[in-house]
């Protein structure tokens, strides 16, 4: 990336080396990128730990290797490289084949296809992951699991959301 500092660089192969280590299922390698104190918040649903010992334990138990589903697409949108953070935006695809309790939490697999867009939040200190923070629509998740009904008047979309992230000419909801 152009105009990226030597310590911005260093954040990003530290999140590149963190996601490679959860997507691959290494507790170790993953929990080796991070602080002696870090949080992880899936904000919609309040998800994560806190602490060197809880964050262990909520990827030991929810997360690492257990992250999403066989089928998982991820399409990057945006990357934003601060001082101290790392902001990505996302659209994940997937079917909910295997449980996915980091964002599901006690759901069953419903075999339905879910596409949302994501924000992650990763802030670093003395050039480790201090916390990440992950936001999601988690209605349009609901509603695309047929768990909540847009039909009904409820203001939430599907899958049409993470589709307007992508394409900025996806016709606007009219209200």
Do not use: C
């Not at 101290?84 to 759901?107: A, K, Y």
């Not at 200190?125 to 988690?138: C, L, P, S, T």
């Amino acid at each position: 990336m152009a105009g990226v500092t030597s310590k911005q660089e260093a954040m990003l192969e530290t999140f590149r080396e963190h996601m490679s280590a959860e997507m691959n299922g290494d507790i170790e390698g993953t929990m080796a990128t991070m602080t002696d104190d870090p949080y992880v918040n899936h904000v919609p649903v309040m998800t994560g730990g806190t602490g060197r010992e809880g964050v262990r334990r909520f990827y030991r138990d929810h997360l690492v290797g257990k992250f999403f589903p066989p089928d998982v697409q991820m399409t990057p949108v945006s990357r934003t490289v601060g001082e101290d953070r790392v902001i990505e935006e996302l659209v994940v695809r997937f079917t909910h084949t295997t449980r996915v309790d980091w964002m599901l939490p006690g759901l069953q697999p419903s075999g339905k296809r879910v596409e949302i867009a994501v924000v992650v939040v990763v802030g670093f200190a003395d050039g480790k992951i201090a916390y990440e923070r992950i936001y999601w629509d988690q209605a349009s998740v609901l509603t695309q699991l047929g768990l909540l009904d847009a039909e009904r008047g409820l203001p939430v979309s599907g899958s049409e959301s993470a589709r307007k992230v992508l394409d900025p000419n996806f016709p606007s909801r009219v209200i």
